[in-house]
């Protein structure tokens, strides 16, 4: 199968951190995606990382994948109101593609 | 040059207009996407284009027509076009294979069909 779930929504203040989460079923996953989508725009690649690394860290950003449990995790530290967005995790699968999450849109409160 | 350009950025069009959506990329991907996407979902496939040439068709209809004249360009020609077709089609690109495989995508198109 080749489902990606993510919650819909999460509400958080500027300057918490914001943990958002993401499963998948395919277990021959190489690379997770995450990508972030402003109103009326495209969408913009955070960051990714390969299936066989636990954990990756890029400035704010906080990847961390439990393989067993099929499990990834965005966390964005120190979270500005320019964060507010829909964040979509991906999964690639045969063939080069991306199977996207149905995106979980952020709100950061001032 | 790591943009991935689409024009227009927005297209109001009757059921009987013929229009086209364009993409340009100067990244030297060789793997060209187009992906629809409704409001509050995530984008869906359509077409993928590897090395010029149309590689995936998603089932879409044949009012959607892709063509790929280049590496560079990727053009979506639609017509007699249904109002549920209203969306925002997204353009990506990729390098394909090789390892990561990210895919960059453009601002997108919004469409409106009356």
């Known amino acids: 199968g080749e489902d990606v779930e993510q919650s819909l929504f999460l509400s958080v203040r500027e300057g918490d951190s914001s943990v958002i989460n993401c499963t998948y079923t395919?277990?021959?996953?190489?690379?997770l995606y995450w990508y972030k989508q402003e109103p009326g725009a495209g969408l913009q690649l955070l960051t990714y990382?390969?299936?066989?690394?636990d954990m990756k860290q890029d400035q704010r950003l906080t990847v961390l994948l439990n393989k067993k449990d099929k499990h990834l995790s965005l966390r964005i530290a120190d979270t500005q109101t320019g964060d507010s967005a829909i964040y979509f995790c991906?999964?690639?699968?045969?063939?080069?593609?991306?199977?996207f999450g149905g995106g979980t849109r952020l709100m950061v409160k001032p | 040059d790591t943009e991935v350009t689409q024009t227009p950025k927005h297209l109001v069009m009757g059921m009987t207009n013929k229009k086209s959506l364009k993409c340009e990329q100067h990244m030297g991907h060789r793997a060209m996407y187009w992906y629809k996407q409704k409001a509050k979902k995530p984008p869906e496939l359509m077409f993928v284009y590897s090395y010029e040439k149309l590689s995936i068709n998603e089932s879409v209809p044949s009012r959607f027509s892709p063509e790929c004249p280049n590496s560079s360009l990727l053009n979506l020609h639609l017509h007699a076009l249904q109002p549920e077709d209203s969306a925002l089609y997204l353009c990506a690109s990729g390098t394909g294979t090789g390892v990561s495989n990210e895919q960059f995508f453009g601002p997108g198109t919004r469409l409106t069909v009356l």
């Open positions: 991906a999964e690639k699968v045969a063939g080069n593609m991306l199977t």
């Open positions: 395919d277990s021959s996953s190489t690379y």
């Open positions: 990382i390969f299936s066989n690394m």
